[in-house]
Nanobody
Framework: QVHLVESGGGLVQQGGSLRLSCAASGSIAMIRIMGWYRQGPGEQHDLVAT???????EYADSVKGRFTISRDYAKNTVSLQMDSLRPEDTGVYLC?????????????????WGQGARVTVSS
């Protein structure tokens, strides 16, 4: 299993910056994709940014040019630098792992989620 713990978030004025970090722990040899989603109703969450094991990134159109995702492969951490924040960026941001391999070589498909970090942007 993978355990995800987020840190960062908080309250910031429009135009400000915040940084989210997430650490994955467990018997993890390799993580395929790490990313951030914004919590939606039920099980539907909106992609914010992802980064795969090759360093390839994907961003939601609404955050391109403002948010930057990065990953430390040795520490199994992922961060999201959020600049030029807007009120519409407000929400709960969920750290995500999609697919990982443990030290026995077993590969686990599926999505794993953190508890979430709240971001509030005031106008």
């Amino acid at each position: 299993q993978v355990h995800l713990v987020e840190s960062g978030g908080g309250l910031v004025q429009q135009g400000g910056s915040l940084r989210l970090s997430c650490a994955a722990s467990g018997s993890i040899a390799m993580i395929r994709i790490m990313g951030w989603y914004r919590q939606g109703p039920g099980e539907q969450h909106d992609l914010v940014a992802t980064i795969d094991r090759t360093g390839s990134t994907e961003y939601a159109d609404s955050v391109k040019g403002r948010f930057t995702i990065s990953r430390d492969y040795a520490k199994n951490t992922v961060s999201l630098q959020m600049d030029s924040l807007r009120p519409e960026d407000t929400g709960v941001y969920l750290c995500n792992v999609e697919g990982f391999q443990d030290y026995s070589g077993a590969y686990y498909m599926g999505m794993y989620w953190g508890q979430g970090a709240r971001v509030t942007v005031s106008s």
